[in-house]
């Protein structure tokens, strides 16, 4: 492997020439890739392999290789939309199933921050710009209809990651799994609420729905916490083997889900419960940003770059009719908040009843103290679910 | 070609061998084929041939070949749910473009019977089961996710007939296209209201959507009245060049549409505008048949065949609770209406205004009487996008 890395010259650009001086070293790789730095004397690039298995579950659950073939293509269509967000991709080899990557000297996992009660400058902004741009421009109102289709259809395949969230997302919160896992005794009883509860169960399926097959927009697909990398002026967003063509507003669900499973959790005894900290006031602060920004960049792209098959132009402002125009910009608007509060609720839900628990918790020792935070994370995912629709803005 | 076809078991089977005794015949083709029977002493077929260029419209307008692959992958999947109404494929050579299929002796266009006010029976009953079965065996009500991915994304590709029903259907109407011809000057008022009319085309914008991104279920796609073949005791669906997979209830669209162009039609002089003819109160049955058919076999397929990743039985009847399983199916049957109401619209209006009329209404000689009728389509086409999100039963 290091003889054909080697001869990538956009790898001996960082490494240089000399292999004896490559030093091959194991980073945390997440739950399902071998993730390697390759240091040498002139500087690093990270080495991404797929696993022919669920890394954290062991070899018991396969899962299938190519989920890096959709990472690679996925990277280099949000990177074209977004250069400076993405890693640069170095080499990759669909035979080996191995992607290298800029090696992202000085940055830290966004979940660390929040942990350690740390701010940080432009998260929301940066945040904002990204996913409107990646959703906007992957879409039907920047794409022609065919190439917006052909594209969908090339992330279509990827069944290995769609099963998985299937399955952790949308049915084992509300019924009985093994690998289920809460806080138990203290949250036996909201636990079993949520299995016995019927409108929640219709809301869950009608969301299901929209993940399987509502092909609008290309998402990144699990952009929580761990997958955001901040440096010191810079974020960088990795880990995309679960995108695929989604719903309007998929990728804000996992990313507010995250933050606000830490807001709840910076409560963490029975004195603050009641109180919102300065933190928790900046944590709302960054959400309000990135709603702001995002619809702010979504809507100069509606007004400059609407190229493509949807609300076509020439329909509307082609013909002196701005005011429709803004009517609908505004319902695609509410559509992907409405669609941004129900994945949230999915994804707080999940990670407090099924498998994948956050580490965000782990700050509340006492068990009973956390079931209290917890709790309160699952009625605000309930709620979230129930009443999608009903959001006018964040 | 001829050899080639002696060489096919299924073809002599019905022709014989002698060649010498096959005779070509050319059928009519519709706007976008070659379409002739090869007649024999002991039967015929019919051989369907794409051609490079949309027939009506001339050599200058191409057309990809391959629709026809796309026509091919439907039939056989319609079939697999519903035998009996899909004609028999004999022989598909994906090379040439061309497939053989069954001499559908003695049947006739259902728009012929609508012109000629004729009656036939369990038409409502047959199309209605056609529909449900097909919607509801080809979604992720019955699929795997990832098997009902790859479905929609093997017909993604049919970019032709696409951008060619984009056109027709979600743009000219509502715009100046020289290619536009509707009654004129009887009927230039309202074309040019249709232009002007902000929340029409915002409507129209959104079901352009759902055309585009919303793959759900397996569509004929083109499911007119000459799309319909009635024979003496059944029925034949046949010309689905146009599949897709599009939004439940999009089939309705056309077929309701077609209906009701000839309800509207069948009103051809002043002294019966008002009343309802004995032939338009058939009409009238056979749509709520359809309707109640419908419904009835999907609710049937709903409690005996849901198999797939969307509402799983699991989570509602494997726990009790049938009270939301019967709300879950009522709310999509009701999403199937809405969307059946608003593309209903949508092909009424483009039938009037746009190109592709119907002869529907070439009964009504008089070019002003013919103009009251057809702006009663419109103002009911209308309608029906204005407010297919309110309709509760038909």
Redesign the interface.
Known sequence: LISKLSAVPQITAILGNDTTNWNVRELSGGNLNLVHAIDAAAGSVCVKQSLPYFRALGEDSPMPLDRIVFEHRAIREHARHMPNMLPQILYFDADLFLMVMEYLDGYTELRKLLMASKTCSSLGEQLGDYLARTMFLTS?LALS??E???Q???M??N?GM??WM?ELCY?DP??HRPRNSWNSPYLDDIASEF??D??L??AV??L??KY?????VLVHGDLHTDSILVGENSIRVIDMEHSFYGPFGYDFGHLLGHLFLNYFSQNKDATTFKKQTPYQAWLVDVIQNLWQHFVTEFTLLWNTSRTG????V???E??G?L??ST??LK?LVQRTLHNAAGFTGIEMNRRILGWGAVPDFENIEDAYCRSITERRCLNFGRYLILNANRFQDI
């Not at 098959?309 to 076509?312: F, H, K, L, R, T």
Request: hydrophobic letters at 30%; one cysteine or more; charged letters at 35%.
């Open positions: 039907d209809p065919s917006r289709r052909l969908a259809a090339s279509a395949g069944w769609f099963k299937e049915t509300y019924t299995r016995r019927g409108p169960k219709r399926a009608r299901k729905e399987m097959a509502d092909p609008a098959g949807s609300y076509p020439e329909l509307f082609g013909c009719d005011k429709s009517l609908a319902t």
